[in-house]
């Protein structure tokens, strides 16, 4: 008979089980199936301040226990690291105990000043700093403990899979690199950071004797770099033990990622002759790179701008690119951060994601970053959640007719440049992050772009004359989401016409968004059948291409082409300004897609209101007006030629027009909404107070409202074909049966109830439920014989649905009648006539 084992023998044992065991094995709630397929924490080697394992290990934990709350909500995680400046893969020679470059520096350490050093006015730009004063010294076989140790704490923290990866950077930034600056100069190009300052991805190298991991002989004469950094990723990525590989600051996209010129556009003119060369040159280089490295995920960040305009600009393909299925597609750029550009980080985002090699695209937040003294959520945010809300709010339709949602979270970065972790910032960021995704979009928004990706692929080749429109498009988009449209639902031109055939309804409650098709295209026909089938629409851009069909749709003829400045007359409600906005406009042909050719055919219409008309001497052009037809089931069309308002200075972007001087032109994206019966108007102080951004979403059959205010001052005033929409929470003074808010810096509210109701204060609150069976309870008081709409959850009838007038708890008495709304408008619950207090349930 064995002997009983003493408890106090059994202790280690159970001690060890339990520091083993995963914090959470399985998550005992998930984001309404909303999770992500993997979260990506990127750090730099900095956190690591002593190279010793068992401080490594405990720094490594401390990375998974700080944002656990969020990494409960993957099913995988990652950690990306940034090892250095990616010279860590060139200088790879395949011997472990070969000494590490990594990026131990704040500021740039590869300019002419060395580290530490130079006149104290130099800026971080200038030269750079050790972000210790005596920091480790690391080499390849202790970056393959980190590797190894990261995933080995993180599952243990996590109780998922735990993928790492390296990351490779073209420019001067994070850590000091011999092979381009001194060894291979002849791999620079781009001029982002200064001139020749980043390496080419389509450059060949010089001949070098020097042993590789790769190249034990040297690299021969002329090697594509694609041969060399593909080659050389193979044997790091694979020794190290990492996971996948991101390229980063527009690696792979061209030469200039950051600016709105590049190898086809220098800001006078495009060079057509060289667009297939340089196509050539990018696909070329990710041929040359997967030859070498066909297995590994390669991440992208991308460039700042949009697909149009990279390819018109930069000859970037990015339909060429997504032909590799085993590249995640560039995020949103994290440069609103520093330039409040929202505008084009909303429309780079949605471009890029219109098409997909698979299901999979990625939402990037920026939390630290590792080497210019900044914490974005700390400072340049202000710990304003406005970066997370308004590009979280955006999604993508497929060809399926599915919501498509970020499938990958990653965060730049967990650590600051001192390599500090506070716990601060995951703290803060997780709930704003987790929020978004439970409001997360379900189904398409009031407006939806059908983004023109084939298209401009095929026309920036086969045509001769059409990179400025291609230039063009996605710039007045960006320019009108920057003054307050509401755009933040895509969709390709040919998952459009799928989801027509297959669900004609599908886009019965939102107004679409799109180009003048090709003469004779499958989406000419597309657009004509879904107006006449009652659907609504604005088209943009020039009709220089169009077919006689479209052209009687939308009663457009062209002319003779005008630019410079104009005298702009206008028949709209715009926004309420103390001092009015200027009636100049200017039309630039060279950055608005050509000039200005457009004008309604037949002036004797009566189905046609001209809107917006300019006029420069004795000629005018019609550059906004409606159509509608008895015929059309309900079916409007709009037209607006559009003017980017945006010139070229010399800068990394286009610089508006200023607003105090000439009008922004597309301000009229905005105003023409209310042709659809949706008002946002701005009351501000005058043209030069910057207008907000703002986003409508749908999510579980609410209407989910974001934005953000650069300046607080502001008033917005909304009113929809429901009514004025009251967000959660708040009360508003109503004006004209416009709801009117001034908001703060970042916001975002629900709105489930819109009221038809003239004027006075009404406030929308969420009550308990207090009652079996019964999950939500709205009260909106102050209504004075008003009509109140009423949006409940997804899959609620009448039978689940209570209203109650001037009532109270345990609801006995005040029910009332409710019906079903107009189907056109939603799905929806009307009650007419209430005065006072209503309170609704389900």
């Not at 040159?281 to 700042?304: A, L, M």
Request: hydrophobic share 35%; with cysteine; charged share 20%.
């Amino acid at each position: 008979m064995m002997k009983p084992i003493p408890f106090s023998n059994l202790l280690p044992g159970l001690f060890f089980l339990l520091i083993s065991m995963p914090v959470f094995a399985q998550p005992l709630s998930t984001l309404r199936g909303k999770n992500f397929n993997n979260i990506n924490l990127e750090v730099s080697l900095k956190p690591f301040k002593k190279n010793d394992k068992a401080y490594i290990r405990e720094v490594a934990k401390e990375m998974f226990v700080q944002w656990h709350s969020l990494l409960r909500h993957a099913d995988t995680v990652s950690v990306m690291l940034w090892t250095g400046d990616g010279s860590e893969i060139l200088d790879y020679k395949g011997t472990p105990n070969q000494p590490l470059e990594w990026a131990k520096y704040m500021g740039n350490p590869n300019t002419s000043h060395a580290v530490g050093s130079g006149p104290k006015e130099l800026s971080i730009h200038e030269r750079a700093y050790l972000y210790l004063e005596n920091p480790p010294n690391f080499t390849y076989n202790d970056l393959k403990f980190i590797v190894r140790t990261l995933k080995e704490e993180g599952v243990k923290v996590t109780g998922k899979p735990v993928r790492v990866g390296e990351t490779f950077d073209p420019g001067p930034e994070f850590a000091k690199s011999d092979f381009k600056y001194k060894k291979h100069r002849e791999i620079l190009g781009g001029s982002a950071m200064g001139h020749n300052t980043m390496v080419s991805c389509y450059s060949v190298l010089n001949a070098d004797s020097e042993s590789y991991a790769g190249f034990p002989k040297g690299i021969p004469a002329n090697t594509p770099f694609g041969t060399f950094l593909g080659r050389q990723s193979r044997h790091f990525l694979k020794d190290m033990g990492f996971d996948f590989l991101w390229l980063s600051n527009g690696f792979g996209y061209g030469v200039e990622g950051w600016s709105s010129t590049g190898a086809i556009f220098d800001g006078k003119g495009f060079d057509q002759a060289k667009l297939a060369a340089t196509k050539s040159k990018i696909s070329d280089f990710w041929k040359y790179f997967r030859t070498e490295c066909p297995d590994i995920q390669i991440q992208t960040r991308g460039t700042n701008l949009s697909a149009g305009t990279d390819l018109a600009r930069d000859g970037v393909d990015l339909k060429s690119i997504y032909k590799d299925k085993n590249i995640l597609p560039p995020p949103n750029s994290p440069w609103a951060a520093l330039d409040g550009d929202f505008g084009l980080e909303m429309v780079g985002y949605m471009s890029r994601m219109a098409e997909l090699p698979d299901e999979r695209y990625l939402f990037r937040y920026y939390t630290h970053d590792p080497w210019w003294l900044n914490s974005p959520w700390l400072d340049r945010y202000g710990r304003e959640p406005h970066d997370i809300y308004l590009p979280m709010s955006v999604s993508r339709i497929n060809k399926k007719g599915e919501i498509k949602l970020p499938s990958h979270l990653s965060l730049l970065s967990i650590d600051d440049s001192y390599g500090n972790m506070p716990t601060q910032v995951p703290d803060e960021v997780t709930p704003n992050i987790l929020k978004s995704r439970y409001d997360a979009p379900t189904a398409p928004g009031p407006l939806v772009w059908v983004y023109p990706f084939d298209e401009y692929h095929d026309w920036a080749y086969r045509y001769k004359d059409r990179l400025p429109e291609i230039y063009y498009g996605d710039w007045l988009i960006r320019q009108a989401i920057n003054n307050g449209f509401p755009l933040n639902t895509v969709i390709s031109t040919g998952s459009f016409q799928d989801v027509l055939k297959d669900k004609p309804a599908f886009f019965r409650e939102s107004v679409l968004v799109t180009i003048v098709p090709e003469a004779g295209s499958s989406l000419e026909k597309a657009l004509i059948q879904f107006v006449k089938n009652g659907g609504k629409i604005i088209i943009y851009g020039p009709a220089d291409h169009a077919g006689k069909d479209f052209l009687d749709m939308l009663n457009l003829k062209n002319v003779k082409p005008l630019e410079g400045d104009f005298k702009l007359y206008s028949n709209y409600a715009g926004d309420i300004l103390q001092s009015r906005y200027p009636d100049i406009i200017r039309h630039s042909a060279l950055f608005s897609g050509g000039g200005v050719a457009t004008r309604v055919n037949n002036t004797q219409d009566q189905s046609t209101t001209i809107l917006a008309r300019m006029t420069q001497s004795e000629e005018s052009r019609d550059v906004l007006w409606t159509r509608e037809l008895p015929e059309w089931n309900g079916g409007k069309v709009v037209y607006i030629r559009g003017t980017n308002s945006s010139t070229f200075n010399g800068g990394k972007l286009l610089h508006p027009d200023d607003p105090s001087q000439l009008f922004t032109g597309p301000l009229l994206m905005r105003y023409v909404l209310s042709e659809f019966g949706i008002n946002c108007v701005i009351q501000k102080e005058d043209p030069s107070v910057k207008n907000p951004v703002l986003t409508v979403s749908r999510s579980n059959n609410a209407f989910m409202f974001s934005g953000y205010n650069p300046n607080s001052t502001i008033t917005s005033r909304f009113k929809f074909p429901q009514g004025a929409p009251l967000l959660l929470g708040l009360e508003t003074k109503l004006d004209k049966g416009n709801s009117v808010y001034t908001l703060p810096t970042s916001w975002s509210r629900e709105c489930r109830i819109f009221v038809e109701q003239n004027d006075g204060i009404v406030s929308y609150k969420e009550l308990h439920s207090g009652e079996k069976g019964i999950d939500k309870r709205f009260q909106v008081s102050g209504l004075k014989n008003g009509t109140v709409r009423i949006y409940a959850a997804e899959g609620i009838t009448e039978d689940k649905f209570n209203a109650y007038v001037n009532a109270g708890y345990p609801w006995k008495t005040g029910r009332v009648t409710v019906r079903k709304g107009d189907e056109k408008l939603g799905n929806h619950f009307v009650v007419e006539n209430i005065t006072g207090t209503l309170v609704v349930s389900w």
